[in-house]
């Protein structure tokens, strides 16, 4: 069965930066739109950023414009979460996953129920 791999969480303090990797053993990213999550204490899972195949447009939610930055590499067949300027409210455990009815992300929010092969997620603190 498939099941996506995050990594790269961890401590940083507000203001820091952290990457996230999003692995996928026995599965091949490219073809599908892939997302990022985060689901933060006692809050619901909400849609990060998306990033379609082929051409790699992405979408990301307006709190984290500007400071998150999505990107894939086929060739290594992971995708990556950049999170710059980190604030307490990015706390959260984030998790990637495939949307296997779309290869391009729709315009607004990702819709996590047309997304599988969720992980375990990777957990990231921000606090000082």
């Known amino acids: 069965q498939v099941q996506f791999v995050e990594s790269g969480g961890g401590l940083v303090q507000p203001g820091g930066s952290l990457r996230l990797s999003c692995l996928a053993p026995?599965?091949?990213?490219?073809?599908?739109?892939i997302g990022w999550f985060r689901q933060g204490p006692g809050k619901e899972r909400e849609a990060v950023s998306c990033?379609?195949?082929?051409?790699?447009?992405?979408t990301s939610t307006d709190s984290v414009k500007d400071r998150f930055t999505i990107s894939r590499d086929n060739a290594k067949n992971t995708v990556y979460l950049q999170m710059n300027s980190l604030k307490p409210e990015d706390t959260a455990v984030y998790y990637c996953?495939?949307?296997?009815?779309?290869?391009?992300?729709?315009?607004?929010?990702?819709?996590?129920?047309?997304?599988?092969?969720w992980g375990q997620g990777t957990q990231v603190t921000v606090s000082s």
């Open positions: 996953a495939a949307n296997l009815m779309r290869s391009r992300c729709r315009e607004g929010r990702p819709l996590a129920h047309e997304y599988a092969y």
């Open positions: 026995g599965f091949t990213l490219d073809g599908y739109a």
């Open positions: 990033i379609s195949s082929g051409d790699g447009s992405t």
